[in-house]
């Protein structure tokens, strides 16, 4: 039996969509109902829901084989897996941005409102800026209006959020989506089971690019 975990969420039933289209289908995933585990044993494989932040977490420590997670995740926690393909859903970029018409003063530790941590400590640091991390779980947007912070480091993805908050992007860090990660050791015992499972995703996802 391969384990995967899935991201809770719209991204999620995307993913679980894709497998299913591969041949690994157990259509009790997108039942309504509270379960968080679904198997398949004829497919051999058994799917979880987990919040889509964790799914790297059980991956590297071994109680998931397999899992989707976004590149924001995987360059925030760096966990210790193998990623396998990219999916080529969940489309998004990770990005600063600040209220429209801000100028940063050289001369000032900038304010970075975030969630994630590393990347704009990363990010900053590549350019040997002063900052002063503000970090926040949700609703980050909000930071530079109140003027809790000079600018924000957060996922865009229509771009909608801050333009209806008069924010406006200043760079792109580097663009998201999501990918299959795999667990180190699964992939040397199981690995004609994963690679079975990446080779009918990527041929998919090729697929998808040739007609989307
Ligand atoms: C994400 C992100 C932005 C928004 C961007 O928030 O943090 O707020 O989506 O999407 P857009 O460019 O299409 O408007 P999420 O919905 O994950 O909630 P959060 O406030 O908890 O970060």
């Known amino acids: 039996m391969v384990n995967i975990a899935l991201p809770k969420g719209r991204l999620g039933e995307k993913v679980y969509q894709m497998f299913a289209d591969a041949g690994y289908e157990c259509p009790a995933v997108l039942s309504n109902s509270r379960k968080l585990i679904f198997e398949n044993p004829e497919k051999g ?8 932040s ?3 977490i059980y991956v590297e420590r071994g109680a998931a084989d397999l899992g989707a997670a976004g590149k924001d ?5 760096d966990p210790d897996i193998y990623e396998l393909l990219d999916l080529g859903v969940g489309k998004c970029r990770m990005a600063v941005a600040a209220k429209k018409g801000f100028r940063e003063d050289p001369e000032r530790i900038l304010r970075v409102a975030t969630k994630f ?10 350019r040997s800026r002063d900052i002063d991390i503000i ?3 949700g609703s980050i947007e909000l930071a530079p209006i109140l003027g809790l912070s000079d600018v924000i480091v957060d996922i865009v993805e229509t771009g909608t959020t ?3 908050n008069d924010l406006a992007p200043i760079e792109t860090i580097f ?5 299959l990660i795999s667990n180190k050791s699964s992939f040397k015992f199981k690995n004609a089971e994963i690679e079975g499972i990446r080779t009918a995703l990527r ?6 690019r040739l007609n989307p």
């Open 73 to 77: 995740i995987i360059e925030e926690y």
């Open 162 to 164: 801050l333009l209806e």
């Open 175 to 179: 663009p998201i989506s999501a990918r």
């Open 203 to 208: 041929d998919l996802v090729n697929e998808r």
């Open 135 to 137: 970090e926040l779980n």
């Open 54 to 56: 964790d799914v790297a």
């Open 117 to 126: 941590r590393s990347i704009a400590l990363d990010h900053y640091a590549a």
């Open 45 to 52: 494989v058994r799917y979880f829901w987990v919040k889509p």
